[in-house]
C-alpha cells in the first residue's frame, strides 16, 4: 500500500493547531484499501520533539471495519507534552470497492517551542490477538510494526512580537459534485489523433501477433475493387481504434482489467495511471484531492433487476424509463438481425463522439484538400480561370501511397457526400455549408436556436470568469445552469435519425484522411511548414494546399481547436443531466471552472474563423464591434465575410491575381471549383 503522511503547514506558531493528512492507495497487485486495513487494527503516531532530553509522544488511533466501513475510535483522553490533544473530527468512513483513502487528523495547540519530526506505522492484528500491553506510552515491538510513514518535520515559533498582519484573499472555496468524473471521461476519451497515427502506424508495419491477426481479421473486411487491400486496412483498422476508443466504458467491473493498460480507457486504467492523468485534473476539479473512482460510482444510476443491474448515466437512466416497456437485447440476439429492443452498449457505453469535429475540420478545408490531390492523381485539371496550382507538381513523391490513394478515389461511391453531411449539420446545430458544390435541398428539421443557445452559454460562461477572478465575489452559477439546460434540450432533440451513426461514418473517413496527409510523402508532394509548431501532422498540409489554392487563409489550427474543443463541450452538456430538478447552480459552476481552459479557447478559435468575439458586449456605441446578432449569424457567412475581407486587404496590397479566391471547404465560389467524374465528396459535375 502506498503512504503518503501530509501536514498543512511546516512552520506554525505557539499556540495554533496543524492538520495531519495520511493518504493510503493501494498497489496493482492488491484489490481494495479493505483488504490491506483488515491485516491491521492501528495506526500509531510518534511525534519527536529533537531536543537533547525532549519528550517523545506516541499517539495510537485503533480502527474497527464494520460492515464495509472503518469505524474510528472514540476520542482518547491522555495528555501531550508538545501540544494539548490530537483528535480525528470525522465519523465512520465507507470502503466499498475503494482504491484510495484519506484520513485527517487534528493538532490541536502546540505547547513546546522547537522543531518536531513526526513519522508512525500500523500495528499488526497479530499484536492484537496477543496479550500485549495497551498503553499507548509504551513502544510496539518491531515485530508487529509494518507500512511506516513519515517523516515530517514541523517548526514551532514564537510569533508574540508584533508584526505586520498578512490578509490574502483566495478563490471561493467549491464544493464536490458527482458530475465531475463524466467531464474527466470525456476529457479523456474523446479521440486523439497522435495515438490513433501510432496505431495505424503499428497496424500497417508491426509483426507483433495482435497486429497480425487483425491484419487478417481485415481480409474479410476488403472491398470489392483490385489492389485496395492496404487502403481497405486502413479503413477497418480505423473503425476497430474508434471501437476501442470512443466507447463510455462505465463497467466498474472490468477496471484495472486491460491487459494493455487502459490505451487511453480512463475507466480501465491502472489506479497508478490514473492517478497521473488526475493530475493535470485537480486544478479544473473542486477538490484538491478527490477521488474520481467514488465520484464516479456516485454518479452513475442502476437500472432494474430487469435490466441486469446495468450502471448507466443518470441522463440515459432517464430514457430507458420512458422506454419500460422496450426489452434490452440480449448477447444471442445480437446477430439474429433486426430483433426489437435496445442494444446494452448504447445505454451503457455512448460513443463520445460529436459531429461538430466534423463540421468544423470540413469548414477548415481538410475535405477538400484530400479532394484535391485525389483529381490531381487522376490527372484531372481543376476548373476555373488560371493555371491549376497542382498541375507542376511532381506526382512521383507519392508513389509508395500510390495503393492507398487507389483504394480511396475508388472507395469515392462508398463515402458520405457533402450534402448529406451538410443536411446533418443542419439537423443537430443548425449549421450549413455554402459553396458550388452543395445543394439547396430543404430541410425537414433545422436546429436554428441551437448557435444562440451555445454562444449565449459561452458569453454567459465568460461572465461567470471575471467574477470568479475578483476573490471578494463568489460567482452564481445559476445563469450558467438556465443555458446549460437549453442546450442540452436543443441537442437532445437532434439526436435521432442519423444520430450515432452518420458522425461515426465521418469521423472514419476524415480521420484515414489525415493519416494520409500526415504521411512524409504527402510533405515531399505539397511542402511543409517544418517550423510552424502545428498540434498535428496533417495541419500543415492542409494549410499549404490553401496557400496554393488560394482558398481561406485562416490557420488550420484554429478549425481543428473549434472542432476539439467543441466536441468536448457539447458531449458534456449533452450527456450530463441538465434537466434533472437535482441537478442545481453547484454543478453548473463546477462544469464552468471544468472546461474554463477549452470554452476560452474556442472563443478565440472563433474569433479567429469568424471575426466575431461571443464574449464581447456593446458597451458603447461609438465604439466600433460587430452586433450582437452577428454571433448568431451562420458560421459559413462569417466565413465568407471573413475572406472577403481579407481579399480587400490583399487586393490594396497588390497581392491578389485576378481570378476570385476560394473560401476553402469542398465548397467554393464560380471562378475555383474543380471538376470530377463524380458529385460525391465535395465535387459538382
Same mark, same amino acid.
Given at each position: 500500500?502506498?503512504?503518503? #503522511? %501530509? %501536514?498543512?503547514? +511546516?512552520?506554525? +506558531? #505557539?499556540?495554533?493547531?496543524?492538520?495531519? $493528512?495520511?493518504?493510503?492507495?493501494?498497489?496493482?497487485?492488491? =484489490?481494495?484499501? !479493505?483488504?490491506?486495513?483488515?491485516?491491521? @487494527? !492501528?495506526?500509531?503516531?510518534?511525534?519527536?520533539?529533537?531536543? &537533547?532530553?525532549?519528550?517523545?509522544?506516541?499517539?495510537?488511533? *485503533?480502527? $474497527?471495519?464494520?460492515?464495509?466501513?472503518?469505524? &474510528? &475510535?472514540? =476520542?482518547?483522553?491522555?495528555?501531550?507534552? #508538545? @501540544?494539548? *490533544?490530537?483528535?480525528?473530527?470525522?465519523? !465512520? %468512513? $465507507?470502503?466499498?470497492?475503494? =482504491?484510495?483513502?484519506?484520513?485527517?487528523w487534528n493538532v490541536n495547540t502546540w505547547e513546546e517551542l522547537g522543531s518536531k519530526l513526526i513519522s508512525g506505522y500500523f500495528v499488526s492484528r497479530k499484536y492484537n490477538d496477543q496479550d500485549q500491553p495497551r498503553d499507548g506510552d509504551d513502544a510496539v515491538p518491531e515485530q508487529f510494526r509494518a507500512l511506516d510513514f513519515g517523516p515530517m518535520k514541523v517548526r514551532v515559533v514564537d510569533d508574540t512580537t508584533v508584526r505586520p498582519t498578512k490578509v490574502t484573499m483566495q478563490e471561493a472555496r467549491r464544493e464536490d459534485s458527482p458530475d465531475q468524473a463524466l467531464w474527466v471521461l470525456i476529457r479523456n476519451r474523446t479521440v486523439n489523433f497522435s495515438r490513433y497515427r501510432a496505431f495505424i502506424d503499428k497496424v500497417m508495419c508491426s509483426q507483433e501477433q495482435d497486429m497480425v491477426d487483425l491484419r487478417q481479421d481485415a481480409r474479410a473486411q476488403y472491398l470489392p475493387f483490385s489492389r485496395v487491400a492496404s487502403y481497405s486496412l486502413l479503413k477497418y483498422a480505423t473503425e476497430a481504434f474508434l471501437m476501442q476508443e470512443t466507447g463510455l466504458a462505465i463497467d466498474r467491473t472490468t477496471f484495472g482489467q486491460d491487459r494493455d493498460g487502459g490505451a487511453g480507457n480512463l475507466n480501465k486504467a491502472p489506479v497508478r495511471g490514473l492517478a497521473a492523468r488526475r493530475g493535470s485534473d485537480s486544478g479544473r476539479l473542486a477538490g484538491a484531492r478527490i477521488d474520481i473512482n467514488s465520484l464516479r460510482n456516485d454518479y452513475l444510476e442502476q437500472l432494474g433487476n430487469d435490466d441486469g443491474n446495468a450502471q448507466v448515466l443518470p441522463y440515459f437512466k432517464l430514457i430507458r424509463e420512458k422506454l419500460s416497456e422496450v426489452p434490452l437485447k440480449t448477447a444471442d440476439e445480437l446477430n439474429g438481425g433486426a430483433c426489437y429492443g435496445i442494444l446494452k452498449s448504447r445505454l451503457q457505453a455512448p460513443p463520445l463522439m460529436e459531429l461538430i469535429w466534423s463540421y468544423w475540420h470540413e469548414e477548415g478545408g481538410l475535405v477538400q484538400t484530400m479532394n484535391a490531390i485525389s483529381l490531381r492523381f487522376q490527372n484531372v485539371r481543376r476548373n476555373g480561370a488560371g493555371p491549376d496550382p497542382l498541375a507542376n507538381l511532381n506526382l512521383d513523391p507519392l508513389r509508395p501511397l500510390s495503393n492507398l490513394i487507389w483504394g480511396f478515389i475508388e472507395d469515392e461511391r462508398f463515402r458520405q457526400t457533402i450534402n448529406r453531411r451538410n443536411q446533418e449539420y443542419k439537423y443537430e446545430y443548425g449549421y450549413s455549408l455554402k459553396g458550388r458544390a452543395v445543394q439547396d435541398i430543404p430541410a425537414a428539421e433545422h436546429r436554428s436556436n441551437f448557435q444562440r443557445g451555445f454562444h449565449s452559454l459561452l458569453r454567459v460562461a465568460m461572465e461567470f470568469y471575471q467574477q470568479a477572478n475578483f476573490t471578494t465575489v463568489i460567482p452564481d452559477g445559476f445563469p450558467i445552469l438556465n443555458h446549460l439546460r437549453e442546450v442540452h434540450l436543443t441537442l437532445a432533440e437532434g439526436a435521432h435519425n442519423q444520430y450515432g451513426d452518420l458522425p461515426w461514418a465521418a469521423r472514419v473517413e476524415m480521420l484515414t484522411q489525415q493519416w494520409l496527409l500526415a504521411r512524409p510523402e504527402m510533405r515531399e508532394f505539397l511542402g511543409g511548414r517544418i517550423m510552424v509548431p502545428y498540434a498535428e501532422p496533417w495541419m500543415d498540409r492542409v494549410d499549404n494546399m490553401k496557400q496554393l489554392q488560394g482558398w481561406n487563409s485562416t490557420n488550420i489550427s484554429h478549425f481543428r481547436d473549434l472542432g476539439v474543443f467543441g466536441e468536448q463541450l457539447l458531449l458534456s452538456i449533452r450527456h450530463g443531466a441538465w434537466n434533472d430538478p437535482t441537478v442545481g447552480a453547484v454543478n453548473a459552476a463546477n462544469w464552468a471552472h471544468y472546461w474554463r481552459e477549452e470554452i476560452q479557447r474556442y472563443i478565440h478559435a472563433y474569433q479567429a474563423v469568424t471575426g466575431i468575439d461571443i464574449a464581447s458586449d456593446i458597451v458603447d456605441a461609438r465604439v466600433t464591434v460587430p452586433s450582437n446578432e452577428d454571433r448568431y449569424l451562420q458560421p459559413s457567412d462569417l466565413i465568407d465575410r471573413q475572406v472577403a475581407q481579407q481579399q480587400q486587404k490583399n487586393a490594396g496590397r497588390g497581392q491578389l491575381s485576378a481570378a476570385p479566391l476560394a473560401n476553402g471547404l469542398g465548397q467554393m465560389r464560380p471562378a475555383a471549383v474543380p471538376m470530377s467524374r463524380s458529385n460525391g465528396n465535395g465535387y459538382s459535375e
Open positions: 500500500m502506498n503512504r503518503e #503522511l %501530509i %501536514i498543512d503547514a +511546516s512552520q506554525v +506558531s #505557539l499556540g495554533d493547531n496543524s492538520l495531519l $493528512t495520511l493518504e493510503l492507495s493501494t498497489e496493482d497487485n492488491e =484489490k481494495f484499501v !479493505s483488504d490491506v486495513l483488515g491485516n491491521y @487494527f !492501528s495506526i500509531h503516531f510518534v511525534f519527536d520533539s529533537l531536543q &537533547p532530553n525532549g519528550p517523545t509522544v506516541e499517539y495510537r488511533w *485503533d480502527y $474497527t471495519l464494520k460492515d464495509g466501513k472503518l469505524v &474510528p &475510535p472514540r =476520542k482518547v483522553a491522555s495528555e501531550y507534552a #508538545l @501540544f494539548i *490533544d490530537i483528535t480525528y473530527p470525522e465519523a !465512520s %468512513i $465507507t470502503l466499498h470497492q475503494k =482504491k484510495g483513502l484519506t484520513l485527517t
